[in-house]
């Protein structure tokens, strides 16, 4: 990916064939300060250079309002109507996990990114070379790198820890977009699965932003992809997340960009092939990576997304 300068506003540029546009970490920026969508796409058509333009709509407006050619994206969200309402919802599996954590003796609190924090974060992410089934980016990365991936935004974030006998077992980091707390990272030490600090952090998470009188809390997507029989589905639903869906718009620059958005490569050969097709190449990814990323590695337990009754 590379990025340009547009008239004030920084552009991330992606494909080589195709390129594709889009305004560089439009997810992380208050909508009041991304620029017109009609201004950028007269400044990119007057420089050249790019196929394609998308932007989204964002909540809490969720009925399109432009004209242009348009997908339905989606986001894992809760509706914050105050920490009780939230609790009350959950499944009571999920709220027995989150008092495993604390009879297991997980404390979680607010952190601050020092260099203890930076530390038990780099452990963290060299635990395993594989997450969820995938390649994990930030496997190998050493202290100065950490600190560098968790520097972001940091005017408007908060860190959450999971400790156990005072040592870091997981991590959360929220960004605040406007009324929206939004997860940037959730981390967690597989050994210690079975002590729940997943479940604990997001429900210290709610309560903090519960009192911080935000609109939405912000897990990510809820569906990646077309797969909808993940573990990390299964989880963020079990901990109250619903799939909210929203107006994600394409503009096509160029010819090439029209046909490509015609005969919908603008996601990429792969997002062609059928559903359980896709679900089998990932499973065989996933075992691929088992075998051959993890020789030497420890034994880890069952993705961390997973929740027990």
């Keep these: 990916m590379a ?81 009780d309402d939230w609790w009350n919802g959950l499944p009571q599996a999920t709220r027995k996990n989150v008092r495993r954590s604390a009879k297991r003796g997980v404390e979680i609190r607010p952190a601050t990114l020092d260099d203890e924090l930076v530390r038990g974060i780099v452990k963290i992410y060299n635990e395993t070379p594989i997450r969820q089934g995938r390649r994990f980016p930030h496997y190998g990365k050493d202290f100065d790198q950490t600190q560098a991936a968790n520097s972001s ?5 908060d860190f959450i ?47 903090i932003v519960s009192a911080k009188g935000m609109d939405y809390f912000i897990y990510g997507k809820y569906i990646y992809g ?49 559903a359980p097709l896709i679900g089998k190449l990932s499973d065989l990814r996933s075992r691929w990576y088992e075998l051959v990323l993890k020789q030497g590695q420890p034994a880890t337990a069952r993705p961390a997304s997973a929740d027990d009754e």
């Design 153 to 157: 935004y940091l005017e408007r974030s």
């Design 161 to 207: 820890g999971a400790y156990l006998k005072g040592e870091l077992i997981g991590f959360m980091k929220l960004v605040y977009v406007g009324k929206q707390a939004k997860i940037m990272q959730i981390v967690a030490l597989a050994e210690h699965q079975d002590k729940r600090p997943m479940n604990a952090m997001i429900a210290k998470a709610m309560e």
């Design 226 to 274: 077309k797969r909808t029989d993940t573990q990390i589905i299964e989880f963020k639903n079990r901990n109250g997340f619903e799939k909210l869906e929203l107006p994600k718009y394409y503009v096509p620059l160029t010819p090439k960009g029209a046909l490509a958005l015609k005969l919908g490569l603008h996601h990429g050969l792969t997002h062609l092939l059928p």
């Design 3 to 83: 990025t340009v300068d547009l008239d004030g506003s920084l552009i991330s540029v992606t494909g080589r064939i195709l390129k594709c546009t889009e305004i560089f970490d439009e997810y992380w920026l208050d909508p009041d300060r991304i620029p017109n969508p009609e201004h950028t796409i007269a400044k990119l058509r007057e420089r050249g250079g790019a196929d394609l333009f998308s932007f989204s709509q964002h909540l809490p407006d969720l009925t399109p309002n432009h004209s242009y050619p348009m997908e339905w994206d989606n986001l894992a969200a809760v509706r914050i109507t105050g920490f």
